[in-house]
């Protein structure tokens, strides 16, 4: 069965940071992309960031370059996105998803499109306030 667990949310003020963990099983980890999605009241599904760990290439959405980065435990089966100076604006529901199995990934922002993902966790409330 598979299973993407998150973990790390919470409430802060902005200019914050905060740690968002993915747990993965059920499938070979290094054959899918992991992406990080976030959604806020009444806001469509955004795409915010993925990782393909087969070969480390990661992508960022414009809003979080610089500010978030994404990255994997290979061992651990674990997706982990350090987001670094937070704003009002970065409050959501951050959920994680796995696409796959995939061989060859092209980052762009097509690879965060949400239909491309099959599996999806039940999501971790991120509060910033100002």
């Not at 200019?15 to 992406?35: E, N, P």
């Amino acid at each position: 069965e598979v299973q993407l667990v998150e973990s790390g949310g919470g409430v802060l003020q902005a200019g914050g940071s905060l740690r968002l963990s993915c747990a993965a099983s059920g499938f070979t980890f290094d054959d899918y992309v992991i992406g990080w999605f976030r959604q806020a009241p009444g806001k469509e599904r955004e795409g915010v960031s993925c990782i393909f760990s087969s070969d480390g290439s990661t992508y960022y959405a414009d809003s979080v370059k610089g500010r978030f980065n994404i990255f994997s435990d290979n061992a651990k089966n674990t997706v982990y996105l350090q987001m670094n100076s937070l704003k009002p604006e970065d409050t959501a529901v951050y959920y994680c998803a796995a696409s796959g199995p995939v061989t060859i990934v092209t980052m762009g922002p097509e690879i965060v499109n949400p239909r491309e993902y099959d599996y999806w966790g039940q999501g971790a409330q991120v509060t910033v306030s100002s």
